[in-house]
């Protein structure tokens, strides 16, 4: 009995227990920047574009300040759960980018493939519910 319990202590972890071990918010990287410089354009900008790209994603006008990077597990969790019931994946585990841009989240998972060039940021409000999504390079 105790070889066995030694065997399944000793056991390597599968993929998916090994992405629950790691955090959910994936951190800041040269993606991150670019995405955040691109946000940050749309909700700060007072030209008739930017304002036509927040009328569009159904953002509201900040200062691009306000356009942050989020670490909080909790959030990003939170985000994951809103991600998954945006595309009909409940439960899947995934690490995700997380954006707050003023009031609203942009959430983007970076190991779903894109159309050709483009990654997709999907908008929330303050409340998980769904927005727009912008699409990136």
């Known amino acids: 009995m105790r070889l066995v319990v030694a065997l399944i202590a000793f056991a390597p972890l599968t993929a998916s227990a090994r992405l629950m071990a790691q955090t959910v ?3 800041a990287d040269a993606v991150t920047r670019r995405t955040i410089a691109d946000l940050a354009a749309i909700v700060a ?6 304002q036509a790209s927040r009328d569009s994603l159904h953002l509201a006008a900040t200062s691009a300040s306000k356009v ?16 998954n019931t945006s595309w009909n994946t409940p439960g899947a585990l995934r690490q995700v980018y997380v954006y707050q841009i003023g009031k609203f989240y942009g959430v983007e998972d970076p190991q779903i493939p894109g159309n050709g060039e483009y990654r997709g940021v999907v908008i929330y409000d303050g409340r998980w519910r769904y927005q727009s999504t912008m699409a990136t390079l």
């Open 25 to 27: 918010c994936r951190p």
């Open 45 to 50: 900008g007072t030209d008739s574009a930017a």
């Open 68 to 83: 942050l990077l989020v670490t909080n597990e909790k959030t990003c969790r939170s985000a994951r759960d809103a991600l």
